[in-house]
């Protein structure tokens, strides 16, 4: 079982024909995820992955045809807010948005729309989600991971990966890993994660990746002591940063002293939640 | 980015902002003939990124034009937390009767721009937050919809401006959030907005971030960046596309991924050492960027030792090893190298960098320990 993505997933690949966006449609399709679309305005009528997989000019013709439920947007960052809109009009349930680098403006636009059309957006900034053995949307590599029963919520990339590497190693797997991105406004938090991982009966833990930067963590660990009766280990990143700058993520910044890693470990470790030294330690966490 | 406070200001006129009258000046006897101009008592006004200016005399009055080349002068010799002042703004000196805070910014939290305001102004917004926040008057804006005339209103009577100025004041606010939203700004702030003695309201500072993400449509803003208040290192190593910090520790890193650049960092600490900077290669960078990667962390005299951690996802190791080999092959460091590839192509990763005498290491906290024993090895 899982959260978000699984077998059910009909995927349209927004940006299909740029470098990034066939190169993991490729890989998710390898995968086995069932990637049923892709969009490229002026590339409508051509196809990919060998004739597997239709080019439409438009979201919603995509979706119209393909019955498409679910999109994962590779477009560059000037064009990325358009195509979350797209994909939203186009009336898919899920978006994913894997681009970086999207001006904060965007997504406080985009976040505000979605919400009023009550349409889940995860990321952008994001590696995208995993249902191992099921449904690979966004560019986790697929074979670090394993099926299991640890729902996982992380807003970094490769540290996320270095975690499902580590849980493997020692025979442990997920059910869905989430990676929800490292902008300041994105579309799906840990609290959201928190709350699908403690309905999902496949869920028996949990695993949180936070960093330095805004105050999901502290929100969460208030909403762990409230409503998860789930056990909880986290690690968060950044305890060695300097104020004032952005490490890497755009939301990674400790600004007039909030933001710590401190301040987000002490909230957690107050509800019970188990918190690593370094992300090699989570399994024996686990335990 | 950062912007100067007459950068900010210049914008504020342009969407209709009061400002005071002024220019900047790049040396003394330009204040001098910007004071003749005004023909008034000056206010002079070191441009520097760091705030508490006024505390460190970087802001001073003067009656004259031949003191305004005075104090110029001594301004523009000056220091302020550690940056060089090289320009002063010479602005017409107000005549102030009340003094009022108003900015917009983005709130992170609620994933809306938010309008402050306070009538407690000229004093710092994060002092007047902690001391006394019943004080600081909160209004969220919905990015669909914009600042409507209410909400300026609203502002107005929380603050208790005197009615007479409610009109000039939503026509200013208005005008502020068309600087933000056209800006990019993720701060636009005029700190004091005073009422002058002739009842006129005046922006007598502003301050302007603006987002970095944002810098591909404005073009214009990015020109404004002033280099003085970053590393040598960072700005070249944004010329590469790379994200890099300076740090003061002994332990260079170079890590593909921001999540992994910090916890790198952080688990040389736990360990015992001290990181010498962050940096994120970024997904999926190629042999040239890897070099230029370690020439930057070489550059640093403190660094005793780098640590290579590369977790292969859309990054292949080989790609990065075939980097760390050219970047060897031209700098030829002397300080030891450690180096964890894990991921795609991790095997030819490191059959490629079998003979270039660097140590290797399993995980993550292996490396971090022999990173750490290198650095403190006697050489």
Known sequence: ?287 | MKLHEYQSKQIFARYGIPIPKGRVAASALEARTIAEELGSRVVIKSQVLVGGRGKAGGIRLAKTPHEAEEVAAQILGMEIKGLPVRKVLVDEAANIKTEIYLGITNDRSNRKPVIMASAAGGVEIEQVAKDTPEKIIKIYIDPLLGLRDYQARDIAMAIDLPREHWRAFGALAAALWRAYTECDATLAEINPLVITGDNRLLALDGKMLIDDNALFRHGDLADMRDLDAEAASEIEARKYGLSYIKLDGEIGCMVNGAGLAMTTMDIIKLFGGSPANFLDIGGGAGAEKVAAALRIILSDPNVKTVLFNVFGGITRCDEVARGILTAMDEVKPKVPMVIRLVGTNAAEGRQMLANASMITAETLADAAQKAVAASTAKR
């Open chain 1, 1 to 287: 079982m899982s959260v978000l993505v699984n077998k059910n997933t009909r995927l349209v690949v927004h940006g299909i024909t740029g470098n990034e966006g066939l190169f993991h449609t490729q890989q998710m399709a390898a995968y086995g995820t069932n990637i049923v679309a892709g969009v490229t305005p002026g590339k409508g009528g051509e196809w990919v992955l060998d004739g597997k997989i239709p080019v439409f000019d438009s979201a919603k013709v995509a979706v119209e045809t393909t019955g498409a439920n679910t999109s994962i947007i590779f477009v560059p960052a000037r064009f990325a807010a358009d195509s979350i809109f797209e994909a939203a009009d186009a009336n898919v349930e899920l978006i994913v948005c894997i681009t970086e680098g999207i001006p904060v403006q965007d997504m406080m636009r985009v976040r505000n729309y979605l919400d009023q059309k009550r349409i889940r957006l995860v990321g952008p900034n994001c590696p995208g989600l995993l249902t191992p053995d099921e449904a690979k949307v966004g560019i986790i590599p697929g074979d670090i991971a394993i099926p299991g029963n640890i729902g996982m919520v992380s807003r970094s990339g490769t540290l996320t990966y270095e975690v499902l590497y580590a849980l493997m190693q020692h025979g442990m797997g997920v059910t869905t890993c989430v990676g929800i991105g490292g902008d300041p406004v994105n579309g799906t938090n840990f609290i959201d994660c928190l709350n699908m991982f403690e309905a999902d009966p496949y869920t028996e833990k949990v695993i949180l990746i936070g960093e330095i930067g805004g105050s999901d963590e502290e929100k969460a660990a208030e909403f762990i002591s409230d409503h998860l009766t789930k056990p909880v280990v986290a690690f968060i990143a950044g305890q060695t940063a300097p104020p004032g700058k952005r490490m890497g993520h755009a939301g990674a910044i400790v600004e007039g002293g909030s933001g710590l890693a401190t301040d987000k470990i002490k909230a957690l470790e107050a509800v019970g939640v188990k918190v690593a030294k370094h992300p090699e330690e989570i399994p024996s966490l686990l335990g």
